[in-house]
């Protein structure tokens, strides 16, 4: 599909905007009517603007509270239209905008606002223009697509057609169905947002809320894929109001919004092929699949000779052994159980840079897949750029994609009987030494600090490039601020990315970033099978752990009726406790930070509890806040 | 009043929190229950705290969920309820909040609820403690303090009373009158909050927009007058959810808790005195009344010799004469009309440290009062700190009060036949000179940048200490962010301050105060009679007028049906329009910035316009990021 967006989705002036436009990749763009009023040229030089950087103009927009008015108004109101279509013709745009009434003084008379449309039509017509009647869901009266379809089906021109907005369409929960038999040359326009479910007014949600698809809760996919089979073949594009795209750099913006496309184009069309409905495939991007399994592989932390020591102390401490020396480079492997984690101290590398930028920080995570190629070229087709390392020789050439935050996410994939990427980067010094059974047995999850408001930065790179699914986010309570949090997973479970960011600039907390100046780690969660077990282990190996205020375990033990000996095992230990409302229990702990930038926690899921433990979120920050202050 | 606030208003761990409130002169506090949970040490601990700092703790809260439950979870709700009772014995406090059942489960049995309560009253007897039982907004069946009431009323114990909060009763919009009705003894504790007007979910609002009275439009003053009227003899306690509030520092939110309740605190004592009432008056706090008349003096501003140039050419430009130098100090008195400047260059002074913190800006503001005697008293009973300046001889030791960000607001008395403040401090020398005839009649409005977030704290200034109205704020759009701005003004409109802040910090625009660390003017509006002539005037005196994008003229003219020539003046001369539902209309042009700092703004008001102009402020903010760019 041809891909467009808004220009009120970007933040700064009209040229800057359409060089942002162009640059993502975009085809064209909706023009909105306050970037031509504070624009200071006339409407051609906006459109020679568009030719030199080979952008159509789709629809000019928007047009308010034209129908279900008085005879008096209705004069008035097309002689605006007369205006504007003028303005379109200087701009070369055929198609405009116009939302049904939201004045509280709107007539509900439905045979009057279709004759008024008919009205309409008829200048549109003579004109040479079409008009994309599109219900707002705060209409006065007219709030969904099908009270809107109802006027264009009655008014019976090809110069109006029905405009369509997933957002005002999915926030209400109205019903595809009828949409599915709209006649698909009625369909002159398809608008696309995304939004994260909020309870609040509809108009407030809209206005400061939309984002892009991919990093909301709606199901925008469905949405577009009914709108096709229909025979929908305009324009994909995305109308976002949000307060933090408001002030976020266009070029950004504009590139989060076509890996957005990209990636919405590539879901309507499996919906299409699952539903074997063959309209509108071919007008649609493919991409290769998402990976079906995936594992995390390894973490990889950028050090320097300080740190290094630093942290093979602590991963000692944790029970972790040195398991090899990467072949040509600076570059020590530990693991326990299936947690591996590489120290990077090679001079002149990525790490380096990182570390410098940085400090002691992860700078890459590895995931097993089954065909590195096809998920890193599915990632450089939605719009994640590619990275190429320095390699060795006798080492494999592991291919990478960089993160919103530059950070590295590689791709490993192992044949069988092939040797691993351990066995061919690494001299595996301690591979027929006793490998040591437990505390650890894997990385339950990894936490990121990313900064405020870039959440949905971060959910769409994960849910574009990996097929991971988002979790609702939730707010936690820092003393010093509140924190977004969110949840991010492969389908079952195998990789969990818990994404933290602080609401407020102001919140200076153990997931500040601004120490990483970027985004960083916050903490990696190992998962054990016995965790009474393993921070008793850990203490015995001093392993300084996170000192969990008394009143909490009285609290608990109110809370849920456990039993004194097991709260006295919990208090003893510092673990904190939750549990789900299947009887799930989340049993888990803290260290102290390292180098006052991360911490490890243990974790141990009991009886399918799927969570994180966010109940007690507060309490592990007001304890690491006691020690700060 | 006794005066109170809740440890959850706070930032912070619960040392700090009591001590930013010991600090702020608050009588005692609300203890919360997780900031106990998060304490690491035992409730004899706090409660030994809380003496040491001179404190009460007049309330443990919140309990939850209690009432209209089945008989198996009544018993384990007493149950929780004799756990709190030895916490409370513990912390020496006597009074528990109950919140109204919000759980979906809840019996609605109202018979069924009063029992329980009862059961409750009598376990509560037997510990010598009572409960405050308060209807939350949202309860599930209980969401008014009347519902909660006849609760209350029927169980008819002195350990059961009413616990009443503003927020509750007001954001529900409920009526006051039964409330009047009920005997003070069973008013067992009272809660102030205030709230700005917003459309969304009673809960949400609730929890993230509340804010100290006088930050906000709910009435909280009659509210808190009908609870003394009725008996209620208990603290006066703030209990506030905020967002911003979460992520400032304790103490400086503290400080304007304690203002507030000053300043409603005289307010109830004005209602009670206007009703006429008796009861509840010797309670309160009284203070010398806000200025019944008040007028700007002058505006101030901080320069260096080579700022005093450039503003001396800007002020001379704008028709300014230069109308005396200070007796004793490198001061500069410029008037126009009724509007007064003064560039204060004089070394080693408030305006000199000023000016080398900030730059060229306004260090300072005069107003004109019946008394400035008694306006400063005011400010300081009610919490902000005055300024004494240095003296010369001959000169006036004019009173002066710390704002916010510092700067001075100078109250100024004149007597009649005694020498004006500009007589006795200045050598006039053009005083008896040409004074010169338009076009600027006077300083209109006053646009201050204020940090994000510190709205509510410049509001809580001007309406406490001045008995200044706030207008409803408003979100203005910068092509690079929102811009949050709130009018206030005295109560005849004679001095009008607008407040702007950016709502995120990424936000670099026109409107943002880092450069000033700390707030900042972003423009004087001065008024005149007859905008084309003054326009044309400054034009030909050389000032630059800030060009407005032509599209815009189109649109004006096409929205209010404005007649061609009317249209052409306006675009000739980038004068700006606006009109209100009366008809009165708004016509204003800015300058070009001074200093990349600030601008001056030149507005005509006809037939009753009240307003800023705010449906234009979008294009003024495009136009000068187009200057920018």
Redesign the interface.
Known sequence: MKTSIATVSL???LP?KLTAIASAGFDGFELFE?D???????PKTVRSMATDLGLAIYLYQPFRDFEGVSPAQLD?NLE?AR?KFDVMHALGVDTMLVCSNVSSNVIRDDRLAIDQLGALAELARQAGVVIAYEALAWGAHVNSYRHAWQYVKAVNSPHLGLGLDSFHTLSIGDDLTELASIPGEKLAFLQVADAPLR???V??WSRHYRCFPGQGDLDVTRFVATALAAGYRGPLSLEIFN??F???PADSTAKDGIRSLRSLESQVRDVLVDDKAARGLDTLTSLPPAPAAIDLQFLEFAVDANARVTLTTWLEKLGFLRMGRHRSKDVTLFQHGRASIILNAEPDSFASAFFMHHGVSLCASAFRVPSANDTVTRASQVGYARFEGRVGPNERNVPAVLAPDQSLFYLVDELPNAPTLFESDFHLTDIDGPTQTGPITAVDHVALSVPG?SLERWALFFRSVFGFQAEHSVVL?D????IQSQAIRSHDGSVRIVLNAS?????IHSETISAYKGSGLNHVAFRTDDITLAVRRLEGDGVPIL?I????Y??IA?RF?LNEAFVDTLRKHNILYDRDASGGEFLHAYTAQVDHRFFFELVERRGGYDGYGAPNA??RL??Q??LR?
Chains 1, 2 share one sequence.
């Open positions: 933040s700064g002036m800057s306050n031509l009023l504070y624009f200071d040229g006339a008035q605006r205006r309870k609040m007014d108009l407030e307060d933090g408001r002030a976020a408001g309570h003393p010093y601020g509140q609401v407020d600039p102001r919140t000192r205020p008394q009143s909490y009285n609290d109110a009726g507060s309490v007001a304890a806040s006691a202050s």
